[in-house]
């Protein structure tokens, strides 16, 4: 009996967790933030006026199956074009999406087809229906008594300083109807790792979307970090990540957050505030080596296993 999931976030840490989880009997929904702004993505996104399609792309790849066919649509999916000239550094795959789009006219349709080309295990959504912009409440390592704002996921993902708070620009943008569904129809959603405040807390910023994560029947697991990111989330330990998730969604309850056991302390703090968002902690070793930030997908199903298991 497949259990059905949908993960949210975008960029590696997605493709992470969509990596782990088609390994087992799930079916799989990935809701992708779209708010990327640079990059093949954002001169994609500016020159025709769609979604940025780097993190749809990823979420894609991850989906593809192990066997030839597999193996080969998300290398091409991945490859980029190098050498110079106006291909310079864009993505097969990203291309591949918007040629799609450009036909169809539906953003919808259009990943659902890609999906099925590549023979995905899993369906890919956006987050949101229109290209979204961050803006961080910043601490500047240069103006440290005052707030000062950045805005586009890059410049907050590389930000020398301390984020408060971020919020979405529009404030209040159509979610995708699909996923809005898949979140209310799943047994389970997970959401992490990744980039804290530029692909994480955007998913709890879409009003749809939000209320759908904390009204529906599933049961919700997140996914902390390895490490810190430079810029982004430098400084802040992993109960500091759970503090920003609640000051960002405070009515969203937590069932399970799942962290490698390199990340936890022996005095329970960790615990003990994951307690209060209404969560049990379940530690692993889900990381490819000692002290690496990549999550071993093989790793990661393993702890997901038993934490699925419990649905059926």
Do not use: Y
Request: proline share 5%; net charge negative.
């Amino acid at each position: 009996m497949s259990v059905k999931v949908a993960a949210l976030g975008g960029g590696h840490g997605l493709a992470a967790s969509l990596s782990a989880l088609r390994l087992l009997e799930t079916d799989l929904t990935g809701i992708v933030t779209v708010a990327d702004n640079g990059g093949s993505s954002g001169r994609l996104r500016e020159e025709l006026g769609i979604l940025p399609p780097g993190d749809l792309r990823m979420a894609l790849a991850a989906l593809c199956s192990d066997d030839d066919w597999g193996r080969t649509w998300a290398r091409v999916l991945q490859h980029r074009f190098v050498g110079g000239g106006s291909l310079h550094d864009h993505a097969a795959g990203n291309l591949l999406i918007a040629a799609i789009w450009d036909l169809l006219g539906d953003h919808v349709e259009g990943l659902d087809l890609v999906g099925e080309l590549l023979g995905a295990r899993g369906r890919v959504l956006p987050m949101a229906a229109v290209p979204l912009d961050i803006e961080a409440d910043v601490h500047l390592r240069s103006a440290p008594d005052r707030i000062s704002v950045v805005r586009g996921q890059v410049q907050v993902a590389g930000v020398d300083g301390q984020v408060v708070a971020v919020r979405l620009d529009p404030l209040d943008p159509p979610a995708c109807p699909e996923a809005v569904e898949a979140v209310l129809d799943a047994d389970w959603v997970v959401i992490g790792p990744g980039s804290w405040f530029t692909s994480i807390m955007p998913t709890l910023l879409v009003p749809q979307l939000r209320d759908a994560l904390i009204s529906t029947r599933a049961r919700r697991a997140l996914v902390l970090n390895l490490q810190e990111q430079v810029g982004e989330t430098e400084g802040l330990s992993p109960t500091d990540h759970l503090e920003v998730l609640s000051a960002h969604a405070p009515a969203l309850n937590i069932d399970v957050v799942v962290a490698d056991t390199s990340v936890t302390d022996s005095r329970g703090t960790l615990a003990g505030v994951a307690r209060e968002l209404g969560a049990r902690l379940v530690t692993a070793d889900v990381a490819t080596g000692p002290g690496s930030d990549q999550h071993d997908p093989r790793r990661l199903a393993d702890a997901f296993r038993p934490i699925l298991d419990s649905t059926l």
